[in-house]
């Protein structure tokens, strides 16, 4: 009877510690899923708030930028100025378009997430906040680099007009500098021949005794000078008449060390008054 009574003991003390192992690991197990959603949820929280991290850095550096445009749109205007505003413009377009996917992917995050959003949803309608008051900023700068663009382009085209003025003014200038010193040039030709009798009478400058008496004489016999310049012409005679009528006092006819001549004249302006065409007869 004795050991009848014993062995449903140790049945029951059995079954109780297999019941009591089952528990303990039950609970280690409720444990380890406790901690893996801990770490899990630690894991996601610490991605989330890197992304709102991301997004405030990226509110600074277009802050940043915004400033760098500001300086360089007070200065004075100049290519390096106009880089440094188109440099930092692009930045702050790219930089908000990231912050804006950054935004959005927040939200789907969030939607889907098993952490406490209350105040997550906050911050991120804090950063929506923050966006479109920068977007508010980013409009208004480039509405004014727009409205100093206008001006720049309207002096611009007034500098080109002027400048297109001021060149046809310098063009009609030269043209009639041009057209003025052709017409002096002109006004103080002259044309000058020595010769024999015969030469002369071949030339036909020299007919019957009279000087260019004739329309037809040879024009190309003669040599063009400037009267301004002109003012010696060298005779390589012993001999020399002037044929056509020249103010006395006006010219000397002076002798070389080899008795040549050489007419000097001493006043071009009175010299040619009465004929620009000058006929030395020499032997």
């Excluded at 505003?85 to 997430?113: G, H, K, P, V, Y």
């Excluded at 929506?128 to 085209?157: F, Y």
């Excluded at 008496?213 to 008449?241: C, G, H, P, V």
Aim: aromatic letters at 6%; hydrophobic letters at 35%; glycine letters at 4%.
């Amino acid at each position: 009877m004795k050991k009848l009574f014993i062995l449903p003991l140790c049945i029951l003390a059995l079954t109780a510690c297999d019941f009591g192992r089952q528990a303990e690991e039950r609970a280690q197990r409720e444990r380890d899923s406790l901690m893996q959603i801990i770490s899990e949820r630690d894991t996601e929280l610490n991605d989330i708030m890197g992304s709102v991290n991301e997004v405030q850095e990226g509110f600074r550096l277009i802050n940043e930028a915004e400033g760098r445009i500001t300086v360089a749109n007070s200065g004075p205007e100049g290519a390096s100025s106009r880089e440094v505003i188109r440099d930092n413009m692009a930045f702050i377009q790219q930089t908000m378009s990231e912050n804006r996917n950054r935004i959005a992917q927040l939200q789907e995050r969030l939607r889907n997430s098993n952490v406490n959003v209350s105040k997550l949803t906050k911050v991120i309608e804090n950063l929506k906040t923050q966006l479109e008051e920068q977007n508010t900023r980013v409009q208004e700068l480039t509405a004014q680099l727009a409205e100093r663009d206008i001006v720049i382009a309207a002096q611009g085209e007034q500098i080109d007009t002027l400048s297109q003025n001021v060149q046809q003014l310098a063009e009609d200038n030269a043209q009639k500098e041009a057209t003025i010193a052709a017409q002096d040039k002109d006004l103080n030709k002259a044309w000058f021949v020595f010769g024999t009798k015969a030469e002369l009478k071949e030339q036909k400058i020299l007919q019957k005794g009279d000087v260019l008496r004739s329309q037809d004489f040879n024009r190309d016999y003669f040599t063009q000078i400037d009267i301004r310049i002109d003012k010696e012409i060298k005779l390589y005679s012993k001999n020399a008449e002037l044929l056509t009528s020249h103010p006395a006092g006006s010219y000397q006819l002076v002798r070389d060390e080899h008795k040549q001549y050489s007419l000097h004249i001493t006043d071009p302006q009175k010299f040619w008054s009465t004929s620009k065409y000058l006929v030395i007869l020499v032997k």
